[in-house]
C-alpha cells in the first residue's frame, strides 16, 4: 500500500525557534500533498495544499509567511513553522495523493509531528 | 460553510457489542464521504470510501452507509473487539478536489 512518512515524530522547541517538518511519500509520486493542524480533541484542520513545483495555496486565516510549504519533488514536501510561538504548539499531520487536486484521488496520511513549543 | 458533527464524541462497549456510529454533515453537494481511524498520537487510516452516488461500502466487519440528501452517515462495526478502541472520523469532500473537512471524531473504547 501507498505509505507517508513524516520527520520528525516529535519536537520540542524554544519560543522564536524556526522548525522543518519533512513529508515524504515512500512509494508513489505524490502530485498533491496536503498539510493539517490537529489540537486536543478537536478536527484535522486543513492548511494548505500544494502541488510539486507550484505554490501552496493556504485556507483562510492561515499565514503563510509563518507557514512556508515546499513542494520541491513529487516525494517530499516541508513545512517550516517560522518564529514558532507556545500556540503553535500541535499535532500536524500531512497526506500526500498521486493525482492533481482536480477531481478526487486517495489521500495517504502521514504518522504526524508532535510540535511542543516552550 | 461545510460543518460535520459526529454523535457521539464518546463511547465504551463490552466487546462483542454491535455498535452505530453517526456523522452528520451541513451541505448535502458532497463528492464523497470517508471514515477513518486514529489510533492515540498517530496518523490516519481510511476504512471506507463512499462516493456520492453510492449509499454503502463494506469492509469486513465494517458498513458505511451514505444518505446524501439528509446529510448523513453511519459506520457499522460488527462483534467489536478490544483491537478496535480508537478514535473513528469522518470527512467529506465537498469540492471536488479531495478538500476534506473533518468532524471531531468518535472516541471508542472496547472492553475486554
Known amino acids: 500500500g501507498a505509505v507517508v512518512s513524516q520527520h520528525p515524530s516529535r519536537v520540542i522547541c524554544k519560543s522564536g525557534t524556526s522548525v522543518k517538518i519533512e513529508c515524504r511519500s515512500l512509494?508513489?509520486?505524490?502530485?498533491?500533498m496536503f498539510w493539517y493542524r490537529q489540537f486536543p480533541k478537536q478536527s484535522l484542520m486543513l492548511m494548505a495544499t500544494?502541488?510539486?513545483?507550484?505554490?501552496?495555496?493556504?485556507e483562510q486565516g492561515v499565514e503563510k509567511d509563518k507557514f512556508l510549504i515546499n513542494h520541491a519533488s513529487l516525494t517530499l514536501s516541508t513545512l517550516t513553522v517560522t518564529s514558532a510561538h507556545p500556540e503553535d504548539s500541535s499535532f500536524y499531520i500531512c497526506?500526500?495523493?498521486?493525482?492533481?487536486?482536480?477531481?478526487?484521488?486517495?489521500?495517504?496520511f502521514g504518522p504526524g509531528t508532535r510540535l511542543t513549543v516552550l | 460553510k461545510q460543518e460535520v458533527t459526529q454523535i457521539p464524541a464518546a463511547l465504551s462497549v463490552p466487546e462483542g457489542e454491535n455498535l452505530v456510529l453517526n456523522c452528520s454533515f451541513t451541505d448535502s453537494a458532497i463528492y464523497n464521504l470517508q471514515w477513518f481511524r486514529q489510533d492515540p498520537g498517530k496518523g490516519l487510516t481510511s476504512l471506507l470510501l463512499i462516493q456520492s452516488s453510492q449509499r454503502e461500502q463494506t469492509s469486513g466487519r465494517l458498513n458505511a452507509s451514505l444518505d446524501k440528501s439528509s446529510g448523513r452517515s453511519t459506520l457499522y462495526i460488527a462483534a467489536s473487539q478490544p483491537g478496535d478502541s480508537a478514535t473513528y472520523l469522518c470527512a467529506v469532500d465537498g469540492s471536488g478536489y479531495s478538500t476534506l473537512t473533518f468532524g471531531k471524531g468518535t472516541m471508542l473504547l472496547v472492553s475486554p
Open positions: 512509494d508513489f509520486q505524490a502530485t498533491t
Open positions: 500544494s502541488n510539486e513545483g507550484s505554490k501552496a495555496t493556504y
Open positions: 497526506s500526500a495523493s498521486p493525482g492533481t487536486s482536480g477531481g478526487y484521488n486517495e489521500q495517504f
